[in-house]
């Protein structure tokens, strides 16, 4: 899923002005062997792309290398999957749209960061800052190991732009760790940290079919200036 990286532009000519999948077969597959592993280029007999395409903007492309249709009948793949074409690209469409708007403004800060971020926020929040510290590493290893080809930097990467899109406006997220996401929310001393941490919960669970129900997330809190004076310092306590 996340190791065949097709250039767009070297599908799109690859693709041609064929909307019913093009197949290659034989030595004609070696073009595609530099973006699979040598195992799997080894192994390729076959090649069908199929393109979904949503008001003539390229919103996927199916690939498979193996098929019982390949013996002499991949005409009849190509019609299948023809038959589900626009209703799927339609839905990727709507899907992709939805999910730009969400992460948009979904800045995750890096740990080398966090200093910079505690100096300013400090400097211009009068409201004080509440920072939480969320344990993220049952979800993503409940995410990623739901499936063999689900890579665990990339299932880091997802849930933590998605936490940052719930607080696009009202915090700052930073990667602590990979495994844990740091929280600076600007002037929620009165904010229930129980609650706000359950809502990030419920949107992990909505969002990440992979998670069984609403996951369990451990989190320490603390507040500056209630419970110290230097947010800089505050942050290193709790990391």
């Not at 899923?1 to 290659?24: I, K, Q, S, T």
Request: hydrophobic residues 45%; aromatic residues 6%; contains cysteine.
């Amino acid at each position: 899923m996340h190791r065949l990286r097709l250039p767009g532009g070297d599908l799109r000519d690859a693709l041609g002005n064929h909307e019913a999948g093009v197949l290659w077969t034989g030595e004609s597959c070696g073009e595609f062997a530099p973006y699979l592993s040598q195992r799997e280029a080894s192994m390729l007999e076959h090649l069908l792309f199929f393109p979904f395409t949503f008001r003539d903007d390229l919103q996927a492309v199916l690939v498979v290398t193996e098929s019982p249709y390949f013996d002499g009948r991949s005409e009849y793949l190509r019609i299948i999957l023809a038959a589900v074409a626009e209703p799927a690209a339609a839905a990727m469409n709507r899907h992709r749209d939805l999910f730009a708007q969400t992460v948009r403004q979904a800045i995750v800060f890096k740990s080398t960061d966090v200093d910079a971020l505690a100096r300013r926020m400090a400097a211009r929040v009068p409201g004080g800052v509440r920072v939480v510290l969320l344990e993220l590493s049952d979800v993503i290893s409940q995410i990623a190991t739901s499936n063999d080809l689900l890579d665990p930097f990339r299932v880091r990467q997802d849930v933590l732009r998605r936490i940052a899109s719930l607080f696009a406006s009202t915090a700052s997220v930073c990667d602590a760790d990979g495994q844990r996401a740091l929280l600076l929310l600007h002037g929620t001393a009165e904010e229930d940290p129980d609650l706000l941490v359950q809502h990030v919960a419920a949107d992990l669970a909505r969002f990440m079919p992979e998670l069984a129900g609403v996951p369990v997330l451990r989190f320490t809190t603390a507040h500056c200036p209630d419970d110290s004076s230097d947010l800089s310092a505050l942050i290193d306590s709790l990391l």
